[in-house]
């Protein structure tokens, strides 16, 4: 969601004539689009800004800060960071270039942080970095509350995007030769729950989209479990273009902890979705998100989190030590497990990870995928790299002519989290 709030940053900004450079040195204007997820990744952007206000070519820069700080810390950034001059929330993203004009005109600082998001953000104007997949914003927000997270104060309730304009948008991008596009929401289960007049419910919308002449693949993320349907599980069945990969975040294995966290199932439930899952859709992948460490939990009750990665068998699976969020439920409660025990039940869970991983690739050996190519590898240009539906990535060797084109890859071997193989007829460019 960030990275397509930056692109879209990106292109109002060309809009105006402004010019995209790689080198901040160079740079007249900066911009720091921000996460507040986790405490780390505010103390990066606050300690990056805090060097700079030291350096005198930063000093005559114009220098912004946007994204979900910019709603969780509001003025007083100004305070903490004088040399800053300006503040754009997640939903003033639209406000961008005004914002600029009053302080190249005032020369003060300017601060726009609405709580809410409205319907003035001109998505079609982002300036996507790669040529081949791109984002597609279909909600906005998040109503869920999970106890633990920042997302609902700082981008605000849920709001849905009109199916026209999101149609219009992945025609366009189809047009323009995209092959993979990706719907985001924070759950984008959700769709349309908050507009009941447009009857589009998230299944809805994705047939609406794989009904777009040249469509090759569409994904989407994240997926609430309480809200994911049978209605959509026979869509990835049923749909040609959509992907066989479920982001399905369960972020505990403990029903005390899940009620606590208000996640609004428990693990019963959750393994019955799974299972439903696995039933409608044979050879579906499946991801997750993980917190460890959450206040209260005990070692019994990460090895319940601990046995539920180990029976469903993720392919993706991202682990996070919890960290403690101004303004949320969970501050309440004391963040009682010691930092070392979080650092070791994170790491015990990512080396499952990996062993479940290198078993799920050598069962893949000997298979053939369907790859898209997005690009060289970068460890080693003789191989090109791209994803299978199954959300496994790929490198085989090929040349950059390759590129947006779908293959047909055996498997041979893996190293780390890839699979390495060979084309086994090439389709033409
Ligand atoms: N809307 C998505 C996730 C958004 S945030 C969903 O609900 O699935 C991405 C992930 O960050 C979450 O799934 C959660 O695992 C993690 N996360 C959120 N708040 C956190 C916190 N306070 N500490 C640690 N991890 C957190
Ligand atoms: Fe945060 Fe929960 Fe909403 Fe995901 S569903 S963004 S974890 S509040």
């Known amino acids: 969601m960030n990275e397509l709030d930056s692109e879209i940053m990106v292109g109002l900004l060309e809009k105006r ?17 921000t996460c507040s997820i986790r405490d780390l990744a505010e103390r990066k952007v606050m300690g990056k800004l805090g060097r700079m206000s030291r350096e005198a070519g930063a000093r005559q820069k114009i220098i912004g800060v946007t994204g979900c700080m910019a709603n969780a810390k509001k ?42 998001f409205t319907f003035e953000l ?7 970095e790669s040529k081949i997949k791109a984002f597609v914003s279909i909600i906005r927000g998040c109503s869920k509350y999970c106890t633990y997270c920042v997302v609902p104060y700082t981008r605000g309730e849920e709001v849905s995007r009109h199916p026209d304009s999101i149609i219009e948008e992945c025609k366009q991008l189809v047009d323009s030769g995209y092959k993979e596009i990706t719907l985001l929401g924070q759950n984008v289960n959700s769709y349309g729950n908050d507009q009941p007049d447009w009857n589009c419910h998230f299944h809805d919308l994705l047939y609406r989209i794989d009904k777009i002449p040249g469509m090759e693949r569409v994904r989407f993320m994240t997926s609430h479990p309480v809200d994911i349907t049978r209605e959509l599980m026979e869509a990835i069945r ?3 273009s959509l992907c066989e990969f479920v982001h399905f975040p369960v972020q505990a294995g403990s029903n005390r902890i899940l009620k606590k966290m208000h996640r609004m199932y428990t693990v019963e439930e959750y393994l019955e979705k799974v299972q439903m899952l696995r039933e409608i859709v044979p050879g579906v992948t499946l991801g997750t998100d993980i917190i460890v460490g959450f206040p209260t939990e005990t070692e019994e009750e990460f090895q319940q989190t601990y046995n539920i990665l180990e029976q469903i068998e993720y392919t993706v699976g991202f682990i996070f030590a919890y960290s403690a969020r101004k303004g949320t439920p969970a501050l309440r409660w004391k963040d009682d497990v010691l930092e070392e025990v979080k650092q070791d039940r994170l790491q015990r869970l990512m080396h499952l990870q990996e062993r479940i991983n290198a078993k799920q690739q ?22 090109m790299k791209g994803r299978a539906r199954n959300f496994h990535k790929v490198i ?15 498997i041979h071997s893996y190293s780390h989290q890839t699979l390495v193989g060979e084309i086994v007829k090439r389709n033409a460019a």
């Open 75 to 116: 003025e007083s950034l100004f305070r903490k960071l004088p040399h800053i001059d300006f503040v754009l929330g997640t939903n003033n993203i639209h406000h961008l270039n005004e914002v600029l004009d009053e302080v190249l005109v005032s020369g003060k600082q300017s601060i726009r942080t609405d709580d809410q």
């Open 362 to 383: 050598q069962e893949l050996l000997g298979t053939e995928l369907e790859v898209l190519v997005e690009r060289q590898n970068y460890k080693d240009s003789q191989m």
């Open 17 to 33: 004539g402004l010019q995209r450079v790689n080198d901040e040195n160079v740079a007249d204007l900066l911009l720091f689009n």
């Open 238 to 240: 049923d749909l040609k």
């Open 396 to 410: 085989f060797p090929g040349e950059d002519s390759l590129v947006g084109t779908l293959q047909q890859v055996r």
């Open 122 to 128: 001109d998505y079609l104007a982002a300036k996507r």
